[in-house]
Nanobody, 117 residues
Framework: QVQVVESGGGLVQPGGSLRLSCVASGRIFNIIRQGWYRQAPGNQRELVALIWSSGNTDYADSVKGRFTISRDNTRDTAYLQMNSLKTEDTAVYYC???????????WGKGTPVTVSS
């Protein structure tokens, strides 16, 4: 099993910044992809950003130019730098890890982000 732990969420004012971290540990073979998703109250979980082991990235249109996903391959850790935050970014942010050796996706329990004045 792979354990996934997110951190870095909190309360921030509109226009502010936060940096989320996602650490994977346990029975890791080969992490191909890490991603960030979010779920606001009453909404479905949606993709925020993905990063592959190649370094390629993909972003939801709503966060392009404001959020940046990165990864430290040596530490099996992914980051999400969130700038120019808006109230509509308020959600619980979840990290997903895909390990090709396990052939499975693993999820963390989420970290809440609240953007409010």
């Amino acid at each position: 099993q792979v354990q996934v732990v997110e951190s870095g969420g909190g309360l921030v004012q509109p226009g502010g910044s936060l940096r989320l971290s996602c650490v994977a540990s346990g029975r890791i073979f080969n992490i191909i992809r890490q991603g960030w998703y979010r779920q606001a109250p009453g909404n479905q979980r949606e993709l925020v950003a993905l990063i592959w082991s190649s370094g390629n990235t993909d972003y939801a249109d709503s966060v392009k130019g404001r959020f940046t996903i990165s990864r430290d391959n040596t530490r099996d850790t992914a980051y999400l730098q969130m700038n120019s935050l808006k109230t509509e970014d308020t959600a619980v942010y979840y990290c997903e890890v895909y390990d090709s050796g396990n052939g499975s996706y693993f999820w963390g329990k989420g970290t809440p982000v609240t953007v409010s004045s």
